[in-house]
C-alpha cells in the first residue's frame, strides 16, 4: 500500500463528499455533534488518527489528502463523547456495496459530442423501466445499465424519445423497486456504478432518447442505512441530524422522512437533484410521492402539512428552471393538485408536469369492467378533457406504471381475464386503453413490456421475455403506429400535439365516444378519436366533423396486420357531407369493430 500523505497545508477544494482533484483528495462531512472527525481506509490501515478533519464551522469538517486517488476506499470515523461511529459518506457517488465503504468517485467522463436536446415536452412518449428486470443477460443476476444500451434501438424504433428510470440509486442486495435508497447519491453496484449509467446516458442520448431519472426524497432507507444517526445525535429514538425526530418523521416506509428544515438536509437534497441534472446529464427528473414531502400523510389535510417540504421542492424547481429550464420535473403527487404543476410566480411548486391517479383509474375501470353495460362512459369523457393549469401537458398520463402493475395489481390484461390474458377479449380492451393514451392531452407513458402484452404482475426477480416481442411483434407495429401518430411523425396529425380537446360525441348506449384534438385548426391539424367500448360492430358509424372534404382513417385498431385474431372490419375513407351533426357543421360515417379506436384526420390542404 503506498504512503498516503497527512492534509496539506493548503486550503480544501469546495463541494461536499470526496472531491479527488490532481494532487489528491478533498473530504468535507457535516457532522455538527462531533468531537473529531476523520477520514479512515486501506491507505491508512482505518487509523483515525491518521488522518484527521479540520472543523470548518456550522457542524462542517474538512480535510486534504494528497496523494488520495478515484478508486480507494474510504469511511468516515466519528467520535461523539464515548461514543465511536465509523460512517459512509453521505455524499458518496460510489460504494462497493450497500454495506461497504465508499469510494473517491472517477469523475472524468468522455461524452465525445454530446450535445443532446431535449424533445418538446408536448412529442415526448416515455417509457418506464426498471434496470434490474429490463433486460438482463443471465436469470441469475440483475440487469444493467449496459444491458439497457443493448435495447436502445429497439426502443428508438418504437418512436420512444424519453426513459423514465425506476430508481437505481444504492439499495441492500441486487433486487429491488429501488424505493429504499440507501446512499442517494451513489448508482447501484449491480447495475454497473456510476460510470455505467453515463454511458447509459450517453447511448440514449445518441439515439435520440432523453434519460428521466426516478428520485426518492420522501424517505430514506430504512436498510443499510449510514444516514441513520449519522454523528451519534438523535431524539425519541429518532434518525438524527438527517431526519425529523418527531411526529414529522413518520412516513409509509418507516419514521425516515428527512427534516426538511434543515438547511444542510435542504442542500443535500437539492444538490442531489442538480447533480443527476448537471453531472449525470439526465434530462428530468421524476420525483416520488411528492404527496408524502409536502404532507406526512400524503394527504390534503392542512393538520399534517410540511410547509418546509413544500418549499424544498418549490426551491429545487427554482434552481432547475433558471439553470437548465429545458429539462423536466414530473411529481407523483397523486391527489389531483393544480398548484404542483402551477407556475413558481403563481404560488405553484413548479414541476413541468405530474402523474394523473383520475386517468389511470377511470380508463382502467373502464377496460376492467366486465360488462359491457356497467361502464362508465361520462366519468371517460370528462377525464379525457381534464388538464392542469388549463395546461394539456401538465398531467402524465397512462394505463400501467410500476405502482398499477404490481401491489396486488395486475397488468392490464391480466386484469380483464385472469390467466388467459393472451386472448381476444383482453388484447383489444388493453389496446383500446393504449390508443386512448396516445390520444388524449397529457404526456403519455408506458411501463416496459406494455407494448408486446406482458402478462401477470411486475416482480424485480421476474425479467421480461424478449421472445414475446418477435412473438406479437404486430402488437409492437401497433404501438410504433400510434406513437407515430401520437409524435406527428408522418405531419398529418398534429393536433395530437396541441392544447385543445373536445369530446364532442357520446352514445352511453352503444358505448361510443368521440373526441377531436387540434393545435391550432384546419387539415393535417384537427384530429378525431372515434372509440368503441363495446362487443358490438356498426357498418357505417355516424359522427360529427368540423370540416368539408375528404377524412382518412390513419390507424383502425382491428387491422388484422397487428394481430391473425382480429377482424379487419373496413374503415375507410369518407367524405363529409354538410349538415348539423353533434353540434358540428358536418358529418361522415365510418366502420367500427369491437372495441376498437379509429384516429382520423385530413391531408394538408
Not at 488522518?51 to 489528502?65: F, K, S
Not at 438527517?242 to 418523521?249: G, P, Q, S
Request: some cysteine.
Amino acid at each position: 500500500m503506498p504512503k498516503i500523505s497527512s492534509p496539506s497545508p493548503t486550503a480544501p477544494q469546495a463541494g461536499m463528499g470526496a472531491i479527488p482533484h490532481a494532487a489528491g483528495t478533498t473530504f468535507r462531512v457535516w457532522a455538527p455533534n462531533a468531537d473529531e472527525v476523520a477520514v479512515v481506509g486501506p491507505f491508512n490501515d482505518w487509523n483515525h488518527q491518521t488522518h484527521p478533519l479540520t472543523h470548518e464551522a456550522d457542524g462542517y469538517w474538512a480535510a486534504d489528502v494528497l496523494g488520495l486517488k478515484p478508486g480507494t476506499e474510504y469511511k468516515f470515523w466519528l467520535c461523539n463523547g464515548k461514543t465511536e461511529l465509523t460512517r459512509n459518506d453521505p455524499y458518496a457517488r460510489e460504494v462497493t456495496h450497500s454495506a461497504g465503504s465508499s469510494v473517491v468517485p472517477t469523475l472524468d467522463f468522455d461524452w465525445e459530442n454530446d450535445h443532446f436536446e431535449m424533445p418538446a415536452w408536448n412529442t415526448l412518449v416515455i417509457y418506464e423501466l426498471h434496470v434490474g428486470t429490463f433486460n438482463p443477460t443471465t436469470p441469475e443476476r440483475p440487469g444493467t445499465f449496459l444491458d439497457v444500451v443493448e435495447k436502445l434501438g429497439y426502443l428508438r424504433d418504437l418512436g420512444i424519445n424519453a426513459i423514465e428510470v425506476m430508481p437505481p440509486t444504492e439499495f441492500p442486495g441486487g433486487r429491488s423497486w429501488g424505493y429504499n435508497p440507501s446512499h442517494p447519491f451513489a448508482l447501484e453496484t449491480d447495475y454497473g456504478g456510476p460510470q455505467a449509467f453515463k454511458e447509459l446516458v450517453k447511448q440514449a442520448h445518441r439515439h435520440g432518447i432523453a434519460i428521466i431519472l426516478d428520485v426518492v426524497y420522501n424517505h430514506f432507507g430504512p436498510g443499510d442505512l449510514d444516514l441513520w444517526q449519522f454523528d451519534g445525535w438523535q431524539e425519541n429514538d429518532g434518525g438524527g441530524i438527517y431526519f425529523y425526530n418527531d411526529w414529522r418523521a413518520e412516513t409509509p416506509w418507516g419514521h425516515n422522512r428527512p427534516d426538511y428544515s434543515r438547511p444542510e438536509v435542504r442542500r443535500y437534497i437539492r444538490d442531489n437533484a442538480l447533480m443527476w441534472l448537471e453531472d449525470y446529464r439526465v434530462d428530468g427528473l421524476r420525483c416520488d410521492s411528492i404527496s408524502h414531502i409536502r404532507n406526512v400523510d400524503g394527504s390534503s389535510d392542512p393538520s399534517r402539512d410540511l410547509p418546509d417540504g413544500w418549499s424544498l421542492m418549490k426551491w429545487i424547481n427554482e434552481e432547475i428552471q433558471a439553470r437548465m429550464p429545458w429539462k423536466i420535473t414530473i411529481a407523483e403527487d397523486l391527489q389531483g393538485n393544480e398548484f404542483i404543476t402551477r407556475a413558481l410566480a403563481e404560488e405553484g411548486q413548479g414541476f413541468g408536469s405530474q402523474w394523473d391517479a383520475a386517468f389511470v383509474n377511470i380508463i382502467r375501470d373502464a377496460l376492467t369492467t366486465p360488462a359491457d353495460a356497467d361502464r362508465d362512459l361520462s366519468a371517460v369523457a370528462q377525464v379525457l378533457q381534464a388538464s392542469y393549469n388549463g395546461e394539456a401537458f401538465q398531467r402524465v398520463i397512462y394505463t400501467e406504471s410500476h405502482d398499477e402493475v404490481a401491489n396486488g395489481k395486475s397488468r392490464v390484461p391480466e386484469e380483464i381475464m385472469p390467466g388467459e390474458a393472451h386472448s381476444w377479449f383482453p388484447k383489444k380492451r388493453a389496446i383500446l386503453g393504449a390508443a386512448l393514451v396516445f390520444t388524449a392531452p397529457g404526456v403519455p407513458m408506458l411501463f416496459q413490456g406494455q407494448e408486446f402484452l406482458a402478462d401477470g404482475f411486475f416482480s424485480d426477480d421476474q425479467p421480461l421475455q424478449w421472445q414475446r416481442a418477435d412473438d406479437l411483434r404486430g402488437l409492437v407495429h401497433l404501438y410504433r403506429d400510434l406513437i407515430g401518430l401520437r409524435r406527428n411523425l408522418a405531419g398529418l396529425t398534429r393536433g395530437l400535439t396541441g392544447q385543445h380537446t373536445e369530446v364532442f360525441h357520446l352514445n352511453d348506449d352503444d358505448k361510443i365516444l368521440a373526441f377531436r384534438r387540434w393545435d391550432e385548426g384546419g387539415p393535417a391539424d384537427e384530429t378525431i378519436i372515434l372509440a368503441n367500448f363495446a362487443d358490438v360492430s356498426h357498418e357505417a358509424y355516424t359522427i360529427g366533423l368540423p370540416a368539408a372534404g375528404r377524412w382518412h382513417v390513419r390507424f383502425n385498431s382491428d387491422w388484422q396486420g397487428y394481430d391473425q385474431e382480429f377482424g379487419n372490419f373496413e374503415s375507410v375513407t369518407a367524405e363529409a357531407e354538410e349538415g348539423d351533426y353533434d353540434g358540428q357543421p358536418f358529418h361522415a360515417s365510418f366502420g367500427l369493430a369491437p372495441y376498437s379506436v379509429l384516429i382520423i384526420s385530413q391531408d394538408a390542404s
